[in-house]
């Protein structure tokens, strides 16, 4: 629900900077995560892996580019932008740990 928020508040005027510190990687992290789940759903664990870790990497560039440059400064920044960057980090990086073991 909150990255359906994101898609929506891109929109407004008041979305600011902070859209532009997601920017391109957004999209670029959509693909990977699709192409991710569907190497894992067809049971190619090792490629599926490593397109974890390229999800990975892009999520957490986003993660920092959000927390070092573009501070929040309202609360539908908080909720659609910074929230669910670092709720989808959180869930990638716990799930790249799961899917080498």
């Known amino acids: 629900m909150l990255l359906i928020g ?14 532009h510190g997601v920017g391109w990687r957004f999209a670029l992290l959509a693909v990977l995560n699709s192409i991710f789940i569907h190497t894992y759903v067809t049971r190619h664990f090792i490629v599926a892996f490593i397109f974890s870790l390229f999800g990975l990497s892009v999520v957490s560039s986003i993660y920092y580019s959000l927390k ?7 609360v539908p920044d908080v909720l659609f932008v910074h929230l669910p960057v670092s709720l989808w980090h959180g869930t990638k990086t716990i799930k790249s740990i799961l899917c080498f073991v």
């Open 68 to 74: 070092r440059h573009y501070a929040a400064r309202s």
């Open 6 to 19: 994101y898609g929506v508040y891109q929109f407004f005027d008041n979305s600011g900077d902070a859209i």
